[in-house]
Every structure is written in C-alpha cells, then in structure tokens.
C-alpha cells in the first residue's frame, strides 16, 4: 500500500492536482487526501481550490457540484459508477410535478441531487448547515428534497417553518432501526448516542446530538464524556477511533455501510490521475442556473 500511496502524492504535485475525500469513504483513502470532510466542507474547498485538477473520492453528486462550483478545472471522479442512491431518487421531472403541486413555495434542496433538480431549486443546503439555510429563507413554509427524515428533523428543530417534504430517503441510514438505539444503550448505559439526521425520525429521536458527519466528530471531540454510540455510516467510527484513540467509538449497529462510497480504491485514484478520465462535464444551461443555488447556500454559510 505504501508504494501507491507514495505514487499517488509524488503524481498529484506533478499534475497540480488535489484530492478531496468524504468522512465515508474506505479509510485508506485519507493518506493520500489533502481535504477529509463532510459535504458542505468538501464543497467550500472545491470552491477556493487553485489546483488544476479536482478528484473526488466520493459519490457523483459532490464531484458534480465540485465541477459546477469550479468551471474552469477538471474534475474526476475515481469511481464513475458510484452514485449517491437518494440523489437518484428524484427525477428533474418528478421535481417538477412536486413545484407545480405547491407552486410559489420556497424550495430548498439537499446538496445530494443531480445538477438538474439543483437548477430549479432557490437554494441548496447540506446536513451541516440546513436549519440555517430554512432561517435565511425567512418563510413560515418551504418545500424540502430529497431527502424527507432531514426535512422532519429540519421542521421539529426550528417549530414556526411547515416543512413539505418529497419521499426519498438515503438506504444506508434507513438501516438503523429504533431497537437498535435501545439495544446499544442497554448494552453501554453511560454511552452517549451521536445520529444524522438522514436517520429515520425514531431514531433521531432518540439521540442525544443529532448533526452532520463534521458535526458529530466535533461534539466527540469537545465532550468530557468518554463512550459514544455512534448512528451513521462506518467511515465516520473509523476516522473518530483513529482520531481519538483514548474514547470508546461503538457502531450503533454492524454494516451501516454506503456501497457507493466504499466502491473508490487507491488504485482508481492512480488511474484517473494517470490518464485523467473519468471527467465530469455538466451541459452549459444546467450548470448557469444549478451553481445559482449552491452559491447562495455558500454565501449564508460563510
Ligand atoms: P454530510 O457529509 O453532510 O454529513 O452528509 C452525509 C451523506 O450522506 C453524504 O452523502
Ligand atoms: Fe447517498 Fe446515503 Fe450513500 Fe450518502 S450515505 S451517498 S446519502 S446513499
């Protein structure tokens, strides 16, 4: 392994590339990553970057958003096939039988769609910074895609916005029932439970802090207490027991694993980066209206 990690970082300074890589992607993947975060993180990052070129170790929606936000550069994604299941849950012509039921709504979208329902759409937001994006809007209803638990939680948390939401959901956070929540904290009763809120709305219920990838290894990291039950995808248990070897990380249950995300290898990385395919382009009309929403979403979240 040491040698294609070695490869990889002697290749990307040549090339004048930068590799970015989300919370969920196989551990191995940060030893050669100059950015490890969460969608919002990544997203910020792909906006400032100078490098050249932009790999994404991650889904197709976040190097899609990481070309739209970053024109001029070339982006590739190592794994071409790994889409994100929930952002493939809503089609542009689903979108707009969902606008015209609610016509004149604020709209606000997950970062996790397509750059075509992102073109139609006021304003974008991630699991890091969606109560703030609602408040922005200054509306006492809004409709929220594709993601409906993160809307739920969106609409509990603030208590004066009505949240529409369209049903899409993300499979791998839907694997996590209430039981296992009662379970864990049976077994590890001074455990605190850490959840996203992409988790159905019985278990975000029952968690103690409910936030985003970044959010979650934040309040691990400042909190006095020693155990945490954590409610989201594995990768994020493997960076905190790396992070913080002296805390006790217990996955809320076995395999809460996204398949796309764990698709990328060193060896893709090395491939796009050798020969450069596997680019991302988004049709010119799309993209002018789609980088519309993200940067307004960019400029609330500065
Ligand atoms: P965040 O990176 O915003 O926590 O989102 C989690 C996720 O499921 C990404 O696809
Ligand atoms: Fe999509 Fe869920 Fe995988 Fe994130 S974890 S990429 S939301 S399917």
């Known amino acids: 392994m040491e040698k294609i990690i070695n490869k990889i970082n002697t290749l990307k300074k040549e090339k004048k590339a930068v590799i970015l890589a989300h919370c969920y992607q196989p551990v191995e993947i940060d030893n050669v990553a100059d950015y490890v975060g969460d969608s919002l993180y990544l997203s910020q990052v792909a906006a400032k970057t100078d490098a050249q070129i932009i790999i994404f170790a991650g889904v197709y929606f976040m190097a899609q958003t990481a070309k739209l936000l970053s024109p001029d550069k070339k982006v590739l994604l190592p794994q071409i096939d790994a889409g994100c299941r929930m952002a493939d849950m809503i089609t542009y012509d689903q979108l707009k039988d969902f606008k015209n039921a609610h016509s004149g709504v604020p709209i606000v979208c997950y970062i996790n769609s397509t750059a075509e329902v992102k073109s139609e759409c006021d304003i974008c937001c991630t699991s890091s910074n969606a109560l703030k994006i609602v408040k922005s809007l200054n509306t006492d209803k809004i409709l929220f895609l594709p993601d409906t638990y993160l809307g739920k939680w969106v609409e509990r948390q603030l208590g004066d916005v009505e949240v529409i939401t369209y049903p899409g959901f993300c499979p791998t956070h839907l694997m996590i029932r209430p039981d296992d929540i009662e379970k864990a904290r ?3 009763p001074n455990a605190l439970v ?6 159905h709305t019985s ?5 103690d802090y409910v936030g985003s990838t970044v959010g979650i290894m934040n309040y691990a990291k400042n909190s006095d207490n020693k155990s945490f039950i954590i409610a989201t995808e594995y990768g994020v248990v493997q960076r905190l027991r790396r992070d913080f070897p002296k805390k006790e990380f217990i996955p ?6 996204c398949p796309n995300m764990k698709m990328t290898s060193l060896e893709d990385i090395l491939y796009v980066l050798e020969t450069g395919n596997n680019e991302i382009t988004v049709d010119k009309d799309i993209s002018s209206k789609a980088v519309k929403c993200i940067d307004r979403m960019l400029e609330v979240s500065k």
């Open 186 to 188: 049976k077994e590890h």
């Open 194 to 199: 850490l959840a996203h809120p992409e988790c």
């Open 203 to 207: 278990v975000s219920e029952r968690a």
């Open 252 to 257: 809320v249950k076995e395999n809460v694993i």
